[in-house]
Structures are given as C-alpha cells and as structure tokens.
C-alpha cells in the first residue's frame, strides 16, 4: 500500500517560516503528480501548490504565490513546501497527496480527490 508521511507543522509567528516535509513509501514520487492541500477551520480543503517532480510543472495557488515553494527530493523520496511569510490565514491542517501519472498539478489542485492522502500535519500561525 503506498504511503505518505507528512511532518513540520507548528506554531509560529505571522511572518515566520515553516517547512514541511511528505515521505513517500512503497513508490516512487517521480511516477506521480504530487502536491498539498491544507484545510482551515470550518472551510474545505483547498490545493495550495502541486507538481510533477519528474518535469517540474508547478501549480500555486493565488494565496500561496510568492510566499511558498514546492520542491522535491528524489534520492530521499519526499516532497517538501517551504512557506515564508506566513499569515494567520495559513492556519490550517496541511495534508501531502499523490495521483500516480501525468497529472496536471493545477488540476490536482483544483479539488481534494487525488487517490493518495497522507494523514495531515497542523500548522498554528499566531498574529
């Protein structure tokens, strides 16, 4: 069964930095789109940035432009999203997903139903 690990959420500060980290088992992240979505008290899940590793094509949300950063490492296997500038908006449960193929990663991102969830790592921003 393939799996994905997140980790490196946090409390931080407005304006701070967080980086998280998605492990992938049992498959090879450069066979898959892969991406985040994150979830905000009392909202839906929406796609913060996804993208093919194996070609580069990166989709970000307008919220997350600028600020953060999808990027990969095939030799380790995971995926990371570095955010800068963070904001009490970007409070929320940040979930790691996968769709084997060729996806397009904005259309990964457009709704939450890639086949891959990894279990979500919660990030606090405080004001």
């Known amino acids: 069964e393939v799996q994905l690990q997140a980790s490196g959420g946090g409390l931080v500060q407005a304006g701070g930095s967080l980086r998280l980290s998605c492990a992938a088992s049992?498959?090879?992240?450069?066979?898959?789109?892969m991406g985040w979505f994150r979830q905000a008290p009392g909202k839906d899940r929406e796609g913060v940035s996804c993208?093919?590793?194996?070609?580069?094509?990166?989709y970000y949300a307008d919220s997350a432009k600028g600020r953060f950063t999808i990027s990969s490492d095939g030799a380790k296997n995971t995926v990371y999203l570095q955010m800068d500038d963070l904001k009490p908006e970007d409070t929320g449960v940040y979930y790691c997903v996968a769709e084997r193929g060729s996806a397009s990663p904005q259309g990964l991102c457009y709704a939450p139903v890639a086949s891959v969830w990894g279990q979500g790592t919660l990030v606090t921003v405080s004001s």
């Open positions: 049992r498959f090879a992240i450069d066979d898959y789109a």
């Open positions: 993208f093919r590793p194996y070609d580069r094509v990166t």
